[in-house]
Nanobody, 119 residues
Framework: QVQLVESGGGLVQPGGSLRLSCAAS????????MSWYRQAPGKERESVAR????????TYADAAKGRFTVSRDNTKRTVDLQMNWLRPEDTAVYYCRSDSTSAPTIVYWGQGTQVTVSS
């Protein structure tokens, strides 16, 4: 059974930090690109950060550059998102996503974790 389980969300003040984690099971984790997405109320889901299978290549949305860091541990089958200098506009449900790197294209999503940035 495939599972992506996010954790680490919560309420934080502006300028604070949170570390999200996603635990994967049920598929060959090390062969999947991993990503973090987010969806704010009334908005479309958007990409935040992406990390290659080996963890050596990362990309970030402009809004995340310089503040967020994505990392993965293929031994533990986890992918983390360290978020610093959080802003109210970072408030959203954050989702973990996995993408296969070979055919057929397979995408898995986690259930999401709420991040609220507010004073």
């Amino acid at each position: 059974q495939v599972q992506l389980v996010e954790s680490g969300g919560g309420l934080v003040q502006p300028g604070g930090s949170l570390r999200l984690s996603c635990a994967a099971s049920g598929f060959p984790f090390s062969t999947y690109t991993m990503s973090w997405y987010r969806q704010a109320p009334g908005k479309e889901r958007e990409s935040v950060a992406r990390i290659s299978t080996g963890g050596d290549y990362t990309t970030y949305a402009d809004a995340a550059k310089g503040r967020f860091t994505v990392s993965r541990d293929n031994t533990k089958r986890t992918v983390d998102l360290q978020m610093n200098w959080l802003r109210p506009e970072d408030t959203a449900v954050y989702y973990c996503r996995s993408d296969s790197t070979s055919a057929p294209t397979i995408v898995y999503w986690g259930q999401g974790t709420q991040v609220t940035v507010s004073s």
